[in-house]
């Protein structure tokens, strides 16, 4: 994958299909993007999931249904947004030591679509290879 330094002027006109960003606290960047989806990464963010209803629990025990609603497996999630900016959908990342290596086995298993990484600030210019 080749990276290109966008300036401030570029990175939010020019489309990619997929927009890759990091903790909001981290990066001036989400806290820009957050804005122009109504702030869905903040609500995200602080949202806590809903334990199962106890009569529902109690019910799939006496009918011998296994599942529960535990929290989500993994540290991304993918942010639908309206026409406000030009990108199909927007992947959030904790901003860990492994957000290129990530990013990289999302952007591959979603078959390689054009991308932008909006970094971290603590990041420097990495290159991410794809195989």
């Known amino acids: 994958m080749e990276l290109t330094h966008l300036t401030p002027f570029t990175a939010l006109s020019t489309a990619a299909d997929l927009w890759v960003v990091s903790d909001i606290q981290k990066s001036r960047w989400t806290q820009e993007i957050d804005y122009y989806i109504n702030f869905q990464i903040t609500r995200a963010q602080n949202r806590t999931r809903q334990a199962m209803d106890p009569q529902l629990q109690k019910i799939m025990t006496k009918e011998s249904v296994e599942g529960s609603i535990d ?56 290159s991410i290879r794809g195989d």
């Open 71 to 126: 929290a989500v497996a993994g540290p991304l999630m993918i942010v639908p947004h309206s026409n406000n900016l030009p990108a199909k959908c927007i992947l959030y990342l904790n901003a860990t030591d492994d957000w290129f290596e990530k990013a990289n086995d999302v952007w591959n298993n979603l078959k390689r679509p054009s991308v932008k990484l909006f970094l971290p600030a603590s990041f420097a210019h990495k």
